[in-house]
Each structure stands twice: as structure tokens, then as C-alpha cells.
């Protein structure tokens, strides 16, 4: 099999079914963050885990850890290792507590300490909220993290961690590359080596249109999932255009992303999400 039809396969690989949904364990506050003195870093893990076994209980088929807490976020250089560290310990737990495959989401845009994570715990994926061209966000200036990374990743001997790669930013400004459709953007990151494409809303929580899943995977070959505001009513019309989803806020109780996972909106969103599948999730053989 050639490089290119392994890239398209990535979510199988990774997932075993057609149209992954992957649940968000927003983690609270991590050390060195400024809210991290309101717990102690046990309570830190003991949340991570207990959010992660509710998603698991309520069918997702994968999660994605991200250091949610740790507001307000920092640029990637001052991101301390006390954040890595605690990541990785934490990622390393709700593995062995739940089995499922995992990905690590360092923000703000911190794809080497990601990457790291991910090789410390055995994560299977990273998300990079800004791969290609750069962007204003509430951090400042994020510039694009693909070449520093994947050169860190060949470094650690972490080429088996794949890339999921936001098409663009969310909680930012799109000037520098408005000169750039959002079809232009979905090709310079696929030209620089993503392995899945995320097409998302303007905040967290907020919807994915289709029209911007169409523009995206109209230009690349790459699988294509929402990043963003998928729920149980919105997810046959998402899901008809993308490969999968990543899902945080409308599965919490009072869909605060900052609350506790709701079971029951979990189930109800992978009953949902069935449906589309064609009622019965389709192994996929490797």
C-alpha cells in the first residue's frame, strides 16, 4: 500500500468503525496553570478518568484529552514541562481505564508538547488546532506548527502518532489568510503532511456548517470530520459529508463544556449517530 492510501485509511486504522465519534475530556486545571490552586492534582486525574469512563459508557468510540483548564491559555513557548508531564501521567490513566484509542489536544496550538504527550502515554493521535498559515487568536499571533513538528515527531520516533489538523482556528481572527477560500486552506494543510482534516465552528461548541465540510473535502483526498457543535439533531446532515467527529460540549450536562458528561446525551448522540452508520457500526478490517 502506498503512502497516500495509508493516509486515507487513518481512521480505520485508528478506529475499527465508519464514522468515528470521539468524546472531549476537557481536564481541569493542570499545574502551573492559574486555576490549578482550586484542586489538588489526584482530584485532576481522578476527574480525567471519571470523565473519560462516562464517555466510554456512553458508546463513543474514541477520546481526546485536552488541558481545558488551563485558562487563560498561553502561546506554545510558554507552556511549562509540568503541563506535559501531568498530561501524560493523566493520558496514561484513562487509557488503562478505558481501553479506547486516544488522542492528546495541547492548547493553546502546542503540537510539540502534544506529540510528546501522546509518545509518553501511547496516544494514537494529536490535534492541531493551527498546522498551516498562521492566525490572530486570543493568544496573539499563532503561526503554523506543521514543519517544527513534524521534524519533532521524526526526532522522538513518534511517525506511528498521527496529525489531526484544523482547517482553520477556532476562537480567532481569519485576516492574515482571508485572501486564502477556505478550499486553499483545506489543500496547504494536506500538503503539509496531515493525516485527518477538521473542519470546525468559530467556538467551542459552536456548529459546523455542511457547507464548509463540502469545501473542504472538495479539494482533498484526506479524511474530513467535524470539529465542532455536532449534537444529536444536527449529526445525520454532518455526518452524511464527514468521515467522523470530535464532540465536548453539547454531551455535557447543560452543554457547558465545563460541566460533567452527560451519559444519557452521550447514548442519545450514538444512537443518533447509528442511524447514519446504518444502524449496525461496520467493522472495518485492517
Known sequence: MDEHSQR???????????????????????????????YTLDEVYMHGVAE?????????????????????????????????????????????????????????????????????CGAQFVRVNQWANAYVANEGIIEGAAARALRYRSWIEADD???????????????????????EQAIDVEFFDADVLIATGYRSGGPTLPSEVEGIRSHVSLPVVVGSGIDVNNCEPLLALADGAIVGSSIKVEGKMHSDVDVEKVRALMAAVRKVRGHTAKIVPI
Open 8 to 38: 486515507t485509511r487513518v481512521l480505520d486504522e485508528i478506529f475499527h468503525v465508519s464514522k468515528p465519534v470521539i468524546g472531549m475530556v476537557h481536564a481541569l486545571p493542570m499545574p502551573g496553570s492559574p486555576r490549578f490552586k482550586r
Open 52 to 120: 473519560a469512563l462516562r464517555l466510554k459508557e456512553g458508546g463513543v468510540d474514541g477520546l481526546l484529552l485536552e488541558n481545558a483548564g488551563d485558562i487563560p491559555f498561553a502561546k506554545p513557548e510558554d507552556i511549562g514541562h509540568e503541563t506535559t508531564a501531568a498530561m501524560s501521567i493523566l493520558g496514561r490513566l484513562i487509557r488503562e481505564a478505558t481501553g479506547l484509542p486516544l488522542g492528546i489536544i495541547t492548547v493553546a496550538n502546542a503540537a510539540l508538547h502534544s506529540l510528546a504527550v501522546a509518545k509518553a
Open 161 to 183: 502518532v498521527r496529525i489531526f489538523a484544523d482547517v482553520h482556528v477556532k476562537h480567532g481572527s481569519h485576516a492574515i489568510v482571508a485572501d486564502r477560500p477556505l478550499s
